[in-house]
Nanobody, 134 residues
């Protein structure tokens, strides 16, 4: 069965950290661009970060929305078929349901360069809730 499963969400205080995981089954993430999105009920989905497919010498090219640059880090562990989103210095406004999405790609910036508006993702996860609250 082909699927993406997010995990790692939870409740954290402002300034805290969480690491989200996006685990794939039924396909190999190495050859896929993986993007993280988030959505608050009643608001549009927002692109958070993207990592291109691996080229063997690096994990991929990474991209971030301005609001999370310097705080979030996307990475992949191909051996575990998993992409991570390390979220540090969390703010109240980071509260949302976080989703990962996947699409086959070359190890370049073609998809991730416009990941927020790209509409051709093949797979989506079910989402994991992140709540930042004091």
């Amino acid at each position: 069965q082909v699927q993406l499963v997010e995990s790692g969400g939870g409740l954290v205080q402002p300034g805290g950290s969480l690491r989200l995981s996006c685990a794939a089954s039924g396909f190999t993430l190495d050859y896929y661009a993986i993007a993280w999105f988030r959505q608050v009920t009643g608001k549009e989905r927002e692109g958070v970060s993207c990592i291109s497919s691996s080229d063997g010498s690096s994990d991929g090219i990474t991209f971030y929305v301005d609001s999370v640059k310097g705080r979030f880090t996307i990475s992949r562990d191909n051996a575990k078929n998993t992409v991570y989103l390390q979220m540090n210095s969390l703010k109240l406004e980071d509260t949302a349901v976080y989703y990962c999405a996947a699409v086959p790609s070359l190890p370049d910036a073609e998809i991730c360069g416009s990941f927020s508006t790209y509409g051709g993702y093949d797979y989506w996860g079910q989402g994991t809730q992140v709540t930042v609250s004091s």
